[in-house]
């Protein structure tokens, strides 16, 4: 009896394990899609912990199946992904649009045909939600060979600014390592520029799209239907939801909680973290005729950071654009609603819903339960002027003719000089496009849907955690300027901040960067004009640090500041200074740009003499680091070119082998850059 009872407990401790192993929640997190907006508190957060949100298999014809994968950074991907969707159906074809982050990986050897949309962002990095799939090509474990791929199809669509040096580095990766593992390219790689011809780049490459896509899937390319084509089809339709819904869903990142095993948050773009206004000063001199802020957030031990990295924050439009926009399309800013899809014909909408309803509305959703207000405020871009798509949408909802025919005339490709001085040139946002045509009344769905969601700004961050514990700093210039309209342009982050009271809190997290100190002291060479001086100042905290509390040898450390007057803008004038004296900092070279009749810039520094040899002996013969932050437009390139002409003047190199070495210095990771324009 004994031996059977003891059975009888094996039994039960195996059936006890399995079910345990068969309930176990998979831990990788959930993103929707397209991002989840839900209502009032700013940001969300991730699940804890998730199973990878099962994706359902959309009904494939049989001759073929065809998936669009997409990396978004600001959602221009996923928009440009769901193009191409609605462009298969007029071929009959069946499309399904999946973010990279609710792709199993491994599945790429399953599918017959791929369209990839990759964004690059930073220096040449991976999206947040393509890291995944990124990893998978980088194949760190071998597992991929050269046919592993053999059954796939595909071709890819970039997105890159050509202001950064690493321009679709992301799509030219993906597309390279897929015919590494024996991929077939049916269609030519196309590349967009978002620095001047983003859009008009997608449209030029979908053009001859279709015709090798159809005929690798058996369907006539010819067959494609028109009449639908020329009309917007709304993806999304509006719900009416009760009043009292307005506070119960947060706003914003995905509205999905993720945590660690021991039940601690974790923090990051789908989940910010509440960071408390501490400080918020003036950093100018009031003959400024600027703002720059000094602004500290209070972050306890919730974000972890090293110098350099950049701290990612949330804003919120200016409620004098949101209540033009609403008085204009005729919105009550306070009623509650919530964006669906359309064919989600089971959920009903209405003043007066059970919690059953409101919950599967909330699970339906992609933006609410939430009043119109947060909405406008917190969850869409209402000020980057609009893309052609959004015009020839905008075309449908006016009867007036000569209205109707500008719209379509500014959204074709024959109207892109039209485009690019009517709308690009001139800034115009969606509120001066509504004016300009009166008769334009769009639903309110359809401007929710058609609009980017608003996107998180980046900061570096120019603090050091160990000289300011449970700390961040940000250093902002206040952008404003006039535009071509003659509307006051306020930069919608930086206005924001400028603004906020300390007690204030904010939705930030952390955005880890390859922007960092070598692990031992080297000589390192900074560069940083302007704002640009933000990590090296978290640099300068960081070593002081080190050898005041662990003792640590000083490192050769020279920077390089400029601004435009000594007396005005010169930032953390008495904090560097202090770095200098107690030889934290080795040497400080200023470039005061607006003090002489000539200006004179940081890179005007690095060409005299005296720096050009202290230069070269830094990195050739001591191996040294070379940092450079600010402006990549204009100063980024003008220093690179400097430190090829000390690689010229001091190395004996001839302009070929100057430029060689200074791209050696890249890929060895001694020459890092942390620019945007």
Same mark, same amino acid.
């Given at each position: 009896?004994?031996?059977?009872?003891?059975?009888?407990?094996?039994?039960?401790?195996?059936?006890?394990?399995?079910?345990?192993?068969?309930?176990?929640?998979?831990?990788?997190?959930?993103?929707?899609?397209?991002?989840?907006?839900?209502?009032?508190?700013?940001?969300?957060?991730?699940?804890?912990?998730?199973?990878?949100?099962?994706?359902?298999?959309?009904?494939?014809?049989?001759?073929?199946?065809?998936?669009?994968?997409? !990396?978004?950074? #600001?959602?221009? *991907?996923?928009? /440009?992904? $769901?193009? %191409?969707?609605?462009?298969? @159906?007029?071929?009959?074809?069946?499309?399904?649009?999946?973010?990279?982050?609710?792709?199993?990986?491994?599945?790429?050897?399953?599918?017959?045909?791929?369209?990839?949309?990759?964004?690059?962002?930073?220096? !040449?990095?991976? #999206?947040?939600? *393509?890291?995944? /799939?990124? $990893?998978? %090509?980088?194949?760190?474990? @071998?597992?991929?060979?050269?046919?592993?791929?053999?059954?796939?199809?595909?071709?890819?669509?970039?997105?890159?600014?050509?202001?950064?040096?690493?321009?679709?580095?992301?799509?030219?990766?993906?597309?390279?390592?897929?015919?590494?593992?024996? *991929?077939?390219?049916?269609?030519?790689?196309?590349?967009?520029?978002?620095?001047?011809?983003?859009?008009?780049?997608?449209?030029?490459?979908?053009?001859?799209?279709?015709?090798?896509?159809?005929?690798?899937?058996?369907?006539?390319?010819?067959?494609?239907?028109?009449?639908?084509?020329?009309?917007?089809?709304?993806?999304?339709?509006?719900?009416?939801?009760?009043?009292?819904?307005?506070?119960?869903?947060?706003?914003?990142?995905?509205?999905?909680?993720?945590?660690?095993?021991?039940?601690?948050?974790?923090?990051?773009?789908?989940?910010?973290?509440?960071?408390?206004?501490?400080?918020?000063?003036?950093?100018?001199?009031?003959?400024?005729?600027?703002?720059?802020?000094?602004?500290?957030?209070?972050?306890?031990?919730?974000?972890?950071?090293?110098?350099?990295?950049?701290?990612?924050?949330?804003?919120?439009?200016?409620?004098?654009?949101?209540?033009?926009?609403?008085?204009?399309?005729?919105?009550?800013?306070?009623?509650?609603?919530?964006?669906?899809?359309?064919?989600?014909?089971?959920?009903?909408?209405?003043?007066?819903?059970?919690?059953?309803?409101?919950?599967?509305?909330?699970?339906?959703?992609?933006?609410?339960?939430?009043?119109?207000?947060?909405?406008l405020i917190d969850a869409i871009d209402i000020t980057t002027p609009p893309r052609k798509a959004v015009l020839k949408a905008l075309a449908d909802y006016t009867t007036v003719a000569e209205e109707k025919a500008k719209l379509i005339k500014l959204a074709s490709e024959e109207g892109t000089e039209d485009y690019n001085k009517f709308i690009k040139a001139d800034q115009r946002t969606i509120g001066e496009v509504l004016e300009t045509f009166p008769s334009v009344q769009p639903p309110l769905a359809t401007i929710l849907e058609l609009l980017p969601r608003l996107a998180p700004r980046y900061y570096s961050i120019s603090s050091s955690l160990n000289a300011h514990p449970g700390k961040i700093h940000v250093t902002a210039v206040v952008v404003k300027y006039k535009t071509p309209t003659g509307r006051q342009h306020d930069g919608v982050c930086s206005t924001w901040l400028s603004g906020l009271s300390e007690s204030s809190s904010i939705p930030a997290f952390i955005r880890e960067s390859h922007f960092h100190l070598p692990k031992e002291p080297v000589p390192l060479v900074m560069i940083g004009p302007g704002t640009g001086l933000a990590p090296f100042r978290g640099f300068l905290q960081e070593l002081n640090h080190r050898r005041e509390i662990k003792g640590e040898k000083e490192w050769q450390s020279v920077l390089y500041f400029g601004c435009r007057n000594s007396k005005q803008d010169y930032l953390y004038q008495d904090e560097i200074e202090k770095y200098k004296s107690d030889f934290t900092l080795t040497e400080l070279h200023l470039a005061f740009s607006r003090e002489q009749e000539q200006k004179i810039y940081v890179q005007n520094r690095l060409s005299q003499p005296e720096s050009k040899k202290q230069i070269w002996d830094m990195l050739n013969n001591k191996k040294g680091y070379f940092y450079v932050c600010g402006d990549a437009r204009l100063m980024a390139k003008a220093v690179q070119q400097a430190l090829v002409n000390i690689a010229k003047d001091e190395g004996g190199k001839t302009e070929e082998e100057a430029n060689a070495y200074v791209e050696n210095l890249q890929k060895s990771g001694r020459y890092l850059q942390d620019v945007w324009f």
């Open positions: 009896m004994e031996e059977l009872n003891l059975n009888y407990i094996i039994i039960l401790i195996v059936l006890m394990f399995a079910a345990y192993l068969y309930l176990k929640p998979d831990p990788r997190p959930v993103k929707p899609l397209p991002p989840k907006v839900i209502a009032d508190v700013k940001q969300p957060a991730k699940p804890s912990p998730a199973r990878r949100k099962k994706v359902e298999e959309t009904p494939i014809d049989a001759k073929g199946k065809l998936k669009i994968l997409f !990396g978004s950074q #600001t959602g221009t *991907a996923d928009d /440009f992904s $769901n193009v %191409l969707a609605k462009e298969a @159906k007029r071929h009959h074809l069946h499309a399904q649009v999946l973010d990279l982050e609710l792709y199993e990986p491994e599945k790429i050897k399953e599918e017959d045909l791929v369209i990839f949309c990759m964004s690059t962002h930073g220096e !040449g990095e991976p #999206t947040e939600n *393509a890291k995944e /799939f990124y $990893n998978f %090509l980088v194949d760190k474990e @071998k597992v991929l060979g050269p046919d592993s791929l053999s059954k796939v199809h595909y071709t890819i669509f970039g997105l890159g600014n050509k202001t950064y040096e690493h321009y679709n580095a992301v799509a030219r990766f993906v597309d390279k390592k897929m015919e590494e593992y024996g *991929a077939k390219k049916i269609y030519e790689r196309g590349e967009g520029d978002d620095d001047c011809s983003l859009e008009e780049d997608f449209n030029k490459w979908k053009k001859k799209l279709w015709a090798p896509v159809c005929k690798h899937l058996g369907v006539d390319s010819s067959s494609e239907t028109s009449l639908e084509d020329e009309k917007f089809v709304p993806r999304f339709k509006i719900l009416e939801c009760p009043t009292t819904a307005a506070g119960s869903f947060q706003t914003r990142g995905g509205g999905l909680k993720k945590s660690r095993s021991d039940g601690t948050p974790i923090y990051d773009i789908k989940n910010p973290y509440m960071a408390k206004v501490i400080v918020n000063r003036e950093l100018f001199s009031v003959d400024s005729d600027r703002s720059c802020r000094h602004i500290e957030l209070d972050v306890g031990d919730n974000l972890k950071y090293e110098p350099g990295d950049h701290v990612g924050i949330y804003p919120e439009n200016r409620i004098e654009l949101v209540e033009q926009l609403s008085a204009r399309l005729k919105l009550d800013l306070h009623q509650v609603v919530a964006l669906v899809p359309v064919e989600s014909t089971s959920l009903r909408g209405g003043s007066e819903l059970s919690g059953t309803e409101l919950k599967k509305i909330a699970d339906q959703a992609v933006l609410g339960p939430c009043t119109i207000k947060q909405a």
